[in-house]
Nanobody
Framework: QVELVESGGGLVQPGGSLTLSCAASENIFSSVAMGWFRQAPGKERDFVAAINRSGSSTYYADSVKGRFTISRDNAKNTVYLQMNSLKPEDTAVYYC?????????????????WGQGTQVSVSS
């Protein structure tokens, strides 16, 4: 079992930045691919970004490409989501997720473990 704990959410003005962190409890972090998803009220959970086990490959949703950056530190069992140029439509609960395997995936059912989520609100 892998436990994931997100942190770093909060309220930010449009155009601002936030960095989310997701710490994994088990020392298998380097063997799992990681992803970030988000869910706005009344909407489905959407893919945001993914990173492979080594951190050498990343993939982004079109809506965040060029503004968000996913990265990981396997020595610290932590994955990050740097969010710049935030917009009101980025407001959502953000979840990190882990999946066994080497390929990047964008569908939530392809992930095995989930964090509890952290709220990001973008408003003036």
């Amino acid at each position: 079992q892998v436990e994931l704990v997100e942190s770093g959410g909060g309220l930010v003005q449009p155009g601002g930045s936030l960095t989310l962190s997701c710490a994994a409890s088990e020392n298998i972090f380097s063997s799992v691919a990681m992803g970030w998803f988000r869910q706005a009220p009344g909407k489905e959970r959407d893919f945001v970004a993914a990173i492979n086990r080594s951190g050498s490959s990343t993939y982004y949703a079109d809506s965040v490409k060029g503004r968000f950056t996913i990265s990981r530190d396997n020595a610290k069992n932590t994955v990050y989501l740097q969010m710049n140029s935030l917009k009101p439509e980025d407001t959502a609960v953000y979840y990190c997720a882990a999946r066994s395997g080497m390929f990047l995936k964008t569908r939530s059912y392809e992930y095995d473990y989930w964090g509890q989520g952290t709220q990001v609100s973008v408003s003036s």
